[in-house]
Structures are given as C-alpha cells and as structure tokens.
Nanobody
C-alpha cells in the first residue's frame, strides 16, 4: 500500500501562489500515474492535474496556464505549483497515485482557501 503525505495548503489572497507537495512512501518510479484532485462541499471530486510515468501531463481547463505539476524522483514527491489563485480554486486538494497494477491511493487532503 502506498502512503501519501500532503503539505503546502493554507490561506492565500487572490492572485497569490501556493505549492502543494505529496510525498510517497515508495519510489514514484513504480507508479503509473500521479496527480491532484480537488473537492468542495456538495460537489464531486474533480481532476486538477495528472502526470503519467512518461511525463505526459493533463490539466483541468480551469487551471491551465496557472498550475503546474512536477515530480522529484529523488524525493519521491509530486508537486502542484498554483499561481494566480482565484477564490474558486478554494477546495480540499487530494494527492492521487495509480500503481502499475492499477491500484489507486489517495492522500488525506489539504485545504486551500483563496480569499477575495
């Protein structure tokens, strides 16, 4: 089972930036896909950004050109750099991984709040 520990959430003013981190308990080289989802009360969890083992990225239209996903193999960590934040970006952000055996694991979530 892959353990995921997220950090980096918090309160920021609109237009500001945050960087989320997600540290995995095993080498991310063994993971097929990593990414971030977010969820607000009463809504379904939605994709924010994912990166495949081959480095292919995919972003939600609402965050393109503002967010960037990256990974550090040495630290077994995936990052989400969030710039030009908007109040509608406020949500609980969840780290997500899919192993080569297609098992999916989630982090505990980190709150991001963007004030107007």
């Amino acid at each position: 089972q892959v353990q995921l520990v997220e950090s980096g959430g918090g309160l920021v003013q609109a237009g500001g930036s945050l960087r989320l981190s997600c540290a995995a308990s095993e080498s991310i080289l063994t993971l097929n896909e990593m990414g971030w989802f977010r969820q607000t009360p009463g809504k379904q969890r939605e994709l924010v950004a994912i990166i495949s083992s081959g480095g292919i990225t995919n972003y939600a239209d609402s965050v393109k050109d503002r967010f960037a996903i990256s990974r550090d193999y040495a630290k077994n960590t995936v990052y989400l750099q969030m710039n030009s934040l908007k109040p509608e970006d406020s949500a609980v952000y969840y780290c997500y991984v899919k192993t080569v055996r297609w098992n999916v694991y989630w982090g505990q979530g980190t709150q991001v709040t963007v004030s107007s």
